[in-house]
């Protein structure tokens, strides 16, 4: 067999099953069709007509009937399907052409009309079309000659009109289904298998829809388990951070204080990559979102630099910042990844810097449409990289040079992460080097202005009110479900002579702080059993003075998102971890100066 007939035959069998799946809905509405004209037959027609034609239309009824009970038992094979349909479509030519004859109403042609027309849209093979039209208009042209009377030319034009348009639409029907059929088998010709049937091929289809899906849904266990991940290694690393700096305030000899810094610094390079890992987490999933607050760039410029400056002083550097020309104005956006951008450009800078300087620069574009163009650019004198090494710079999980990945450590996340935000800002994030002869990394944004007011604002809210001094005796409960977190804690808040009840799980803290009195609880949020949010809410349903206590906050969540929705619960603060001993000061001053003052108004 040639291939062109292969092909022939392939898309015949296709259009067979495309008609046995089309079949049963034209045979139901066939048999309700002439069951109702069979009705009206009996309700209507004169007695010496009425029961030939209404039993014609039942019989009608009931073979379109019997036809559709076949199919959808499936016992008519899709190579049968349009023989299938001759027995209704006989039946009904027969019930249409007697109706004519015995009643001699030539008026009752304009439903041999319909039924040509309705053969153009009902079948799907050539000749029964060609048969099913030749034998309708065999007995129409008959009707006519027999009836004669002043509407024969009408209905002469109509027959024909019905027969052309009939044709046109089976013609444009077959034709399209036939190409499409034929474009889907030729897609699939190197599979054997899937060439034979079009139902096959779109059985292939939904194994691709639900593969997607499957790797839809496994890229989003994978973003779910590296934030998980991330959440979950910050919990015993703040156990290890906080009792290095505890170690730290206990004599040591200056080999010990070595090796602490040393593990301190490795603690430190740890978190950041954790921290990392959950940016470019949320990143995937859709949910890191920028904040809106009024700052000035040179001043976050100037405090990166500052922050920086010890450790490219420690490798003989010069870091210098060169402000814009012009004072930048205030601006809104959000600082702390803007800050987070130039941290790492500056940062990395210095790290592949053996000699020489850092630049930091800023520089203002024309202001227009109430927006402020500015340039950061960080430029070194460092070993640079060659265009290849480009291509991969901004990739995850790369750096410039594998021999550099060596030398100088990293995972390759952050110019990631900063490419990432810079667009998240609507900004560009480039470079540009030659290999051994420094770099120059370039951040470009436009920011609307803010005003004066806004800035103030902005000032005074990060600043926030001057708290009181912390109470020397304090009644607290601390929720926390690791034990080397709650020794930690312990040892932080000893120095304050606080008293101090331990909760290992949210249960435990639910049935603590609705039993007894305490001025300030402490709340882990991810613990076994009962979260902290929900522990949270069930205090704050209580009445009385134990469901007003103040609640903060101990988490590794801190995204804005997630702050909203610990407040939204009922906590008063959230202190993030690591933790940081000021920091916890300073929440556990805010808010219990805050609960004073709202007391005494």
Sequence with gaps: MSRKSSRARQVRQALDGIYLGQLPTITLVMALYYLFTGISHVLVLSADVRLPLASLSFAASMISIITWILLRLQKIPERFSHAAFLPSAFAVILLVYLHVEMTGDILQLTNAVLILLAFGFITLLPSVYIGLVAVSSFFFVGCLYSLGGPLTIHIAFMGVASLVLSGLCFVQRYRTLSNVERLLISNRSKSHALAQKAREARALLKEAEQAAEEARRANEAKGMFLANTSHELRTPL????????????????????????????????????????????????????????????????????????????????????????????????????????????????????????????????????????????????????SSEEMERLFARFEQADGSAVKKQGGAGLGLSICRELAR????????????????????????????????AASQEDQAGKTPEALPEKLSVLVAEDNNVNR????????????????????????????????????????????????????????????????????????????????????????????????DLKAAVQTVLTERREHTSV
Excluded at 428 to 435: F, I, K, N, S, V
Excluded at 501 to 511: I, K, P, S, W
Excluded at 535 to 543: F, G, M, P, V
Excluded at 554 to 577: C, H, I, P, R, S
């Design 487 to 582: 020794l930690l804690i312990g040892k932080l808040l000893a120095k304050l002579n606080w008293t101090l009840q331990f909760a290992e799980d949210g249960n435990q803290a639910l049935e603590a702080a609705l039993g007894q009195d305490f001025d300030l609880i402490l709340m882990d949020v991810r613990m076994p059993g009962l979260d902290g949010t929900e522990a949270t809410k069930a205090i704050r349903t209580s009445d009385g003075k134990r469901g007003q206590v103040p609640i903060i906050a101990l988490t590794a969540n801190t995204m804005a998102e997630d702050v909203a929705a610990y407040q939204q619960a009922g906590m008063d603060a959230v202190v993030g971890k690591p933790i940081q001993l000021d």
């Design 238 to 385: 703040t156990g290890v951070l906080g009792m290095m700096r505890l170690l730290n305030d206990t004599r040591l000899t200056g080999e010990q204080q070595e090796f602490l810094k040393a593990a301190q610094f490795s603690a430190n390079t740890l978190l950041t990559l954790i921290n990392d890992i959950l940016d470019l987490a949320r990143m995937e999933e859709g949910k890191l979102r920028l904040t809106e607050q009024a700052f000035r760039a040179d001043e976050i410029a100037s405090q990166v630099v500052d922050l920086l400056r010890p450790t490219a002083e420690e490798k003989g550097l010069k870091l210098t910042f060169h402000n814009a020309a012009s004072a930048c104005p205030p601006t809104m956006g959000d600082s702390v990844r803007i800050g987070q951008i130039l941290f790492n450009l500056v940062g990395n800078a210095i790290k592949f810097t053996d000699a020489g300087k850092v630049d930091v620069s800023i520089r203002l574009g024309p202001q227009a449409e109430g927006r402020q163009p500015m340039t950061f650019e960080v430029v070194d004198t460092g070993i640079g990289f």
């Design 424 to 455: 998240l800002m609507d900004g560009h994030l480039y470079a540009e080097a030659a290999e051994g002869q420094g770099a120059r990394f370039v951040f470009e944004v436009q920011l609307p202005l803010a005003t004066s007011a806004e800035l």
